[in-house]
């Protein structure tokens, strides 16, 4: 059985930065995508940033150059470092395990619980 538990949220201040983990028990993510999604209150789930089994990188338009994807495998344990944090960054973050890099929450199989991420203007 898989679990995937993502923690690092809290409050911030627009121009600041939080690292948000995601720790992965009963399979190593070795060869596995494993991506950030977020969802806003009363917004859908959106795409934030992937990493594949080679630690290529995928993020979205909104995110590129203020978020940084990263793995340790040894740790089994993903991480995404925001940077020059922005109000319309809150959300609930969520980190989950896919087969591939996509933006589609629906290609991803096990999922974190969700950790809060408060910017304040």
């Known amino acids: 059985q898989v679990q995937v538990v993502g923690s690092g949220g809290g409050l911030v201040q627009a121009g600041g930065s939080l690292r948000l983990s995601c720790a992965a028990s009963?399979?190593?993510?070795?060869?596995?995508?494993m991506g950030w999604f977020r969802q806003a209150p009363g917004k859908e789930r959106e795409f934030v940033a992937a990493?594949?089994?080679?630690?290529?990188?995928y993020y979205a338009d909104s995110v590129k150059g203020r978020f940084t994807i990263s793995r340790d495998n040894a740790k089994n344990t993903v991480y995404l470092q925001m940077n020059s944090l922005k109000p319309e960054d809150t959300a609930v973050y969520y980190c989950?395990?896919?087969?591939?890099?996509?933006?589609?929450?629906?290609?991803?199989?096990?999922w974190g619980q969700g950790t809060q991420v408060t910017v304040s203007s």
């Open positions: 990493i594949i089994w080679n630690s290529s990188t």
């Open positions: 009963g399979r190593t993510l070795t060869t596995w995508t």
């Open positions: 989950a395990r896919g087969r591939l890099p996509t933006a589609n929450p629906n290609e991803y199989d096990y």
